[in-house]
C-alpha cells in the first residue's frame, strides 16, 4: 500500500464503464476518499453513481481503469442498497439473526450488537414485521443491517431519497455519529445539493464524470461562487461546452477498453461455506413461516389437488336419463322385473337399471325424439310389440327367421352423441347389459350360452385391472406433473428476492451464487419430499389405488423429476424479471407438456409427427416408467424404467447447466 494510499479508504483511477455501446456511464472518473470521512456523491439521477458504487463493492466490473480499496473482504463493507430490500414478510429480530449468522455473529455477541444499534437508530420494537413498518423505519433498519458487522467502511446508496427532511436529518445525525464514535468512512450517494454540503467532501458527478471534488466550502470557492448549486450548475454549462457528454459520439470512438478483464477490489470469496447456507436456509424458514401461500402450495395443493382428482375423474356416471319406448308393455311401467313378468324386453331393461341409469318410459318415438333433441334425455331406445317373441325365435332358430321377426327383434337406439364421453359410456352399458340378457335367455330357456354370447373369452388380465378406471391410467401423469411445476411455484420466491434487489444484497454481503443455488435446491427438494409423501399417501394408502412394483423406486423417480422441475423453475427465475412474463411461460409449457406426454391420452393415439417429438420431452418417458413400475412391477433393469430414468436424469443434467450459464452470465447474477 502506498502512501497516499494509506490516507484514503477508496481510490478510483480512470474509471470506464459502459451497459452497451450506446450507455457509457463512467467516463475517465477519477476519485478518492479519505479513511475516517463521510463522502457524497452528488449527481443528478442517471449519471452513474448506482454503477460506481457497485463496481466500488466488486459486483460489476470497470471495462478500464482501476479500484483500490482499503478494506479486502465484503465483510468490512456495509452496503445499504437505494431500495429497502429486506424481506417484507419477516420481522426486524429475524432479518437481523439472517444476516448475523452470515457474519458469523451469535448469542450474545448478536444481541450486544443489536441493542447498541436499536438505541443508535431509534429502531421499533424488534418483533414488529417489516412490512409494518414507516418508509423511514424500514430505511433505518436497512442502515441497521448495513452496520451490523461492524464494518470498516460504509457504502449507502441514496439513504434519504424519498424521506422527510426530519428522517433525513436523523439518518445524518447517524452518520456523524458513527464517524465520530469509530472514525468509520462513509460513502454515500445523493441527488440534494443541500445535504452533500454536510459531508466532509463532495464529488460532483455528471454524464458519468467527475466535474470536482473536494471540500463543500473549498468547492465554492474554487469557482467563484456563493453556493453547491452554482458550482453545480457551472460546472454542467462547462461541460455541455465542452461537448464531453458520454453521449458525444467521439466519446464513442474513443472509449478505451482493456484486452483482459479489470481486476475487482475485493478477494474473491469461498465458492461455498456452510455458514451462509444456512443463514440462507435461515431465511428460507423465516419465509416459510409467515406464508401461508407457501403452505397452502405444500399442503393444500397436494391433499386438495389428489381429492378432487379421486373423486372427480374417471368415477362411474350416475343417474344419466336413458329414454325407452317399449311397446310391447303400452303404459304399463316395467321397471321392476319380477319373475312373474314373463316379458324379455322388461328383464333387458330391468338389467339396464343396474348401471345406474335412470330410465325414462315414453309412450312412442315421437316424444321421446322431442326430449332428446331438447338434451332432456342422453338418447332413447325402441322394443318392439313382440320383441320377447321375436327374440326367442331368433335365437332358437340362429338367425334364420323372416325379416319382420329380426327387425321386431332388434333394439333399436337412437343417441345425443354431442358428448363422446357421456355417449360412449351409455353405449358401453346398453351392450354389457344386452350380454347379461343373452346369458339370462340362454340360461331360462335351457340353451347352451356359448351358442348365443359374443364369442371373446377375456381372461385375468396380465397387467393391470379389468375394470376400466380412466384415473388409474391418468394417476401417473397427474402426479409426475404435480412433482415438475410444484417447485416452480418455490421459485417465485427466487424471482421476489431478485426483483427487490433483496439477492443483489445478500451477494454483495457475502453470499455466492453456488450457495444461494444450493439453498433453493435443499428447500425445494425438502418441501416436495413433504408433497410427494403426502400424494402418494393419500393416492395409494387412503383411495387403494394399485402399486404393485418398489415404492422405492417410485419415489426415487418422483424426486428426480421434482429435481428436473427445480431446475426448470430457477432458469426461469432467473430468465424472467417480473412474475407477469415468467407465469405466462410456466402456463405457456404446461398445457403442451400436459398434452403431449402422454399423461392425459396415451401417446400411441397422437399424430405419428407429435409422437415423434414427445419422446423427447422431459415426462413422456418418465410417466411410461412410473406406470410400469407402478401397476407392472417392472423394475430397473426393464428398459422402459431404466429410460425413464435416464431421460430424467438427462433433463435435470440439462436444466442443471442452463442454471449454471444463467448464473454465470445473467446481469444481476454474474459479476458484469
Ligand atoms: N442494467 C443496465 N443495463 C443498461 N443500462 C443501465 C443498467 N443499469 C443502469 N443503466 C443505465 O446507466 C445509467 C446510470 O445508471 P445508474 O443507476 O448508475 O444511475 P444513478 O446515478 O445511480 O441514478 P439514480 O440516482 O436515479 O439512482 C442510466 O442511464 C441507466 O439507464
Known amino acids: 500500500m502506498n502512501g497516499k494510499m494509506e490516507d484514503n479508504m477508496i481510490e478510483v483511477t480512470g474509471a470506464y464503464k459502459r451497459y452497451d455501446v450506446h450507455t457509457e456511464v463512467l467516463c475517465d472518473l477519477n476519485m478518492s476518499v479519505q479513511r475516517g470521512s463521510i463522502y457524497a456523491f452528488l449527481g443528478p439521477s442517471g449519471c452513474g453513481k448506482t454503477t460506481l458504487l457497485k463496481c466500488i463493492v466488486g459486483r460489476m466490473r470497470l471495462d478500464c481503469g482501476e479500484i483500490v480499496l482499503g478494506v479486502q473482504h465484503r465483510s468490512q463493507i456495509g452496503y445499504m442498497p437505494q431500495e429497502t430490500a429486506l424481506l417484507p414478510e419477516i420481522t426486524i429480530k429475524e432479518t437481523l439473526s439472517y444476516f448475523g449468522w452470515m457474519y458469523g455473529m451469535k448469542g450474545i455477541e448478536l444481541a450486544r450488537r443489536k441493542q447498541e444499534l436499536y438505541d443508535f437508530l431509534d429502531i421499533p420494537p424488534e418483533n414488529k414485521r417489516i412490512k409494518k413498518l414507516s418508509g423511514g423505519q424500514q430505511r433505518r433498519v436497512s442502515l441497521c443491517v448495513a452496520l451490523l458487522n461492524n464494518p470498516d467502511l460504509m457504502i449507502l446508496d441514496e439513504p434519504t431519497v424519498g424521506l422527510d427532511p426530519l428522517l433525513s436529518y436523523s439518518i445524518w445525525q447517524c452518520l456523524f455519529k458513527m464517524l465520530e464514535r469509530s472514525n468509520k468512512t462513509i460513502l454515500l450517494t445523493t441527488h440534494y445539493i443541500e445535504e452533500a454540503k454536510q459531508a466532509n467532501r463532495v464529488g460532483i458527478m455528471r454524464g458519468g464524470c467527475l466535474l470536482a471534488q473536494g471540500e463543500p466550502a473549498a468547492i465554492v470557492k474554487e469557482y467563484n461562487c456563493i453556493t453547491l448549486d452554482q458550482v453545480f450548475i457551472k460546472l454542467s454549462t462547462q461541460q455541455e461546452t465542452a461537448s464531453h ?19 475487482l477490489p475485493l478477494l474473491e470469496e ?22 401461508p401461500l407457501g403452505w397452502f402450495l405444500i399442503l393444500f395443493v397436494p391433499i386438495s389437488v389428489s381429492v378432487l382428482f379421486e373423486f372427480s375423474l374417471g368415477q362411474e356416471q350416475f343417474n344419466l336419463k336413458l329414454g325407452i319406448v317399449n311397446e310391447e308393455l303400452g303404459h304399463i311401467s316395467c321397471s321392476n322385473y319380477s319373475s312373474t313378468c314373463q316379458l ?17 318410459l315414453y309412450q312412442d318415438t315421437r316424444k321421446a325424439y322431442s326430449d332428446a333433441k331438447r338434451n332432456l334425455i342422453w338418447g332413447y331406445m325402441h322394443l318392439s310389440h313382440n320383441f320377447t317373441e321375436s327374440i326367442h325365435k331368433r335365437m332358437l332358430k340362429k338367425g334364420l327367421v323372416d325379416n319382420g321377426t329380426l327387425l321386431n327383434s332388434e333394439i333399436s337406439i337412437w343417441m345425443d352423441m354431442s358428448n363422446q364421453v357421456t355417449a360412449i359410456y351409455l353405449r358401453k352399458n346398453i351392450y354389457v347389459s344386452f350380454n347379461n340378457f343373452l346369458k339370462w335367455l340362454s340360461l331360462r330357456c335351457r340353451w347352451p350360452i356359448e351358442y348365443f354370447g359374443v364369442p371373446i373369452h377375456f381372461n385375468p388380465p396380465i397387467y393391470g385391472s379389468e375394470t376400466f378406471k380412466y384415473n388409474e391410467f391418468s394417476i401417473a ?30 451477494f454483495i454481503a457475502g453470499h455466492t451464487t453456488v450457495e444461494l443455488v444450493a439453498a433453493q435446491i435443499f428447500v425445494t427438494v425438502t418441501l416436495f419430499i413433504i ?7 393419500i393416492f395409494y394408502g ?18 428426480l423429476v421434482g429435481i428436473t422441475g427445480t431446475f426448470y423453475g430457477i432458469s426461469v427465475a432467473l430468465i424472467f424479471d417480473n412474475h407477469v412474463s415468467a407465469t405466462t411461460f410456466v402456463l405457456g409449457t404446461f398445457l403442451p407438456l400436459a398434452v403431449v406426454s402422454g399423461m392425459i391420452w396415451p401417446t400411441e393415439a397422437m399424430h405419428s409427427s407429435l409422437r415423434s417429438v414427445s419422446w423427447l420431452l422431459p415426462l413422456t418417458h418418465a410417466t411410461e416408467a412410473y406406470r410400469s413400475i407402478s401397476v407392472r412391477a417392472w423394475t430397473i433393469s426393464h428398459p422402459t424404467v431404466y429410460v425413464g430414468f435416464l431421460s430424467g436424469l438427462l433433463w435435470a443434467s440439462v436444466l442443471c447447466l442452463i442454471t449454471i450459464i444463467l448464473v454465470k452470465t445473467k446481469p444481476g447474477m454474474a459479476v458484469k
Open 245 to 263: 457528454s458520454i453521449t458525444n459520439n467521439e466519446a464513442g470512438k474513443n472509449y478505451p477498453m482493456l484486452e483482459k478483464k479489470s481486476k
Open 270 to 291: 469461498k465458492c461455498f461455506s456452510l455458514r451462509n447456507f444456512i443463514s440462507l436456509l435461515l431465511k428460507n424458514i423465516y419465509f416459510l413461516k409467515y406464508s
Open 344 to 360: 324379455a324386453s322388461c328383464k333387458y331393461i330391468s338389467l339396464l337399471q343396474e348401471h345406474n341409469l335412470d330410465l325414462v
Open 477 to 506: 401423469g397427474m402426479l409426475l406433473m404435480l412433482e415438475f411445476f410444484l417447485p416452480m411455484t418455490y421459485a417465485s420466491a427466487l424471482l421476489d428476492d431478485k426483483v427487490e434487489g433483496i439477492l443483489e444484497r445478500s
Open 531 to 537: 408433497s410427494t409423501t403426502l400424494l402418494t399417501t
Open 542 to 559: 387412503i383411495f387403494n389405488h394399485a402399486f404393485e412394483g418398489s415404492i422405492m423406486l417410485a419415489m426415487v423417480l418422483l424426486i
